[in-house]
């Protein structure tokens, strides 16, 4: 059916379902009117232009279709897009810049559960826990006697890469397991003491292990090179609750399958659902699927900051997170 907008209530663009639009349209109904494209006989394109002039706020995640220059320019009144995730790279960001429509992410929702995940599969692959489970469960400690030591966690110099809300939440609780944070980003963050290095390569050098917090640009893109992971070392591990493609993944498979780095956790790749199937029978190695960021508690935070994010947008207040500098 296609939907005018009868109710004259601000409009929200939705490009395609998701179960946190449905809980944020049940929360909020009665303040937006949300426009859904999926539910239109007509295609999509046509839908858009028939609400084109109407449309100034887009609801999207990195789940749904890329926010590209060609969907913007169907999109002229946009001026606000809320994404529903932390990573951007589902979105060209220029274009929007050069269109001046503003963007506002979920980052300060997700930083603490992601930084939970890096430091759990951080803890996993230094102490063996997932290994250390199939052992038992498969009866080996029964037939095969010792378990092979794992690490101490303790000492350790874990270098961040991207020092944001996620990293500095990982920062905080690495610290607490007496661990030395070193860290790389854009530019050296003045409010932290960590010491900064501006090479990645020279923090993987001092690093026993590196952890990827950063966000997917073309400058990120396989930063984490051959040479960065030949730096990090035989005795180096590596996490990823960044984006897969920040690591190049054949060069860190050769490594992982070579012994030069001691291992990796990670909960993302490059070519997601598809995992390297070398990757299956390292006991070293520890895989998530790209859930870092969501638990079954995020839900109820992320639709209330979309909403004082949509709120804020109409009473023309700051955004409550709108991504600056990206
Ligand atoms: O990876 C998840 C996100 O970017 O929200």
């Known amino acids: 059916m296609a939907q005018d907008n009868p109710t004259q209530l601000p409009q929200v663009l939705l490009l395609f379902p998701n ?13 937006f009117h949300f426009l859904k494209a999926w539910d239109s006989p007509l295609p999509q394109a046509q839908f858009l232009q028939s609400h084109a002039n109407s449309t100034q706020v887009l609801l999207s995640s990195a ?28 979105v060209d960001f220029s274009a929007c810049s050069a269109r001046g429509v503003r963007i506002a992410n979920s980052s300060p929702i997700f930083a ?41 966690v303790g000492g350790k110099r874990v270098g961040i890469v991207g020092l944001g809300h996620i990293g500095l939440e990982v920062a905080k609780r690495l610290e607490a397991f007496d661990c030395k944070i070193l860290y790389n980003s854009r530019k050296g963050k003045p409010s932290v003491s960590y010491p900064f290095y501006s090479d990645v390569c020279e923090l993987a050098a001092n690093s026993d292990a590196l952890v990827i917090c950063c966000a997917l640009t073309a400058q990120t893109r396989h930063m984490i090179n051959k040479n960065v992971l030949l730096a990090l070392g035989r005795e180096g591990v590596i996490v990823n609750v960044g984006r897969g493609a920040i690591i190049d993944e054949k060069e860190m498979v050769r490594c992982l399958v070579q012994g030069e780095i001691k291992g990796a956790g990670l ?15 390292l006991d070293n190695v520890v895989l998530s699927p790209h859930k870092a960021a969501l638990t079954a508690d995020c839900f109820t935070d992320l639709t209330d900051l979309a909403m004082a994010n949509l709120e804020a947008f109409l009473l023309n207040k700051p955004l409550l997170s709108e991504v600056v500098n990206h």
């Open 63 to 90: 789940l749904g279709p890329p926010i590209t220059a060609q969907l913007l320019q169907l999109l002229p009144s946009l001026k606000l897009l809320i994404t529903l995730s932390a990573g951007l790279d589902h």
């Open 267 to 281: 909960d993302v790749f490059e070519n997601e659902p598809e995992v390297p199937k070398e990757l299956f029978g």
């Open 112 to 152: 603490a559960d992601v930084a939970d995940m890096a430091v759990g599969l951080f803890l996993d692959v230094m102490r063996k826990i997932s290994a250390a489970n199939r052992f038992v469960r498969d009866g080996f400690w029964v037939s095969r006697g010792d378990f092979v030591l794992g690490t101490k």
């Open 19 to 31: 179960p946190c639009f449905t809980v944020l349209e049940s929360k909020a109904s009665h303040k």
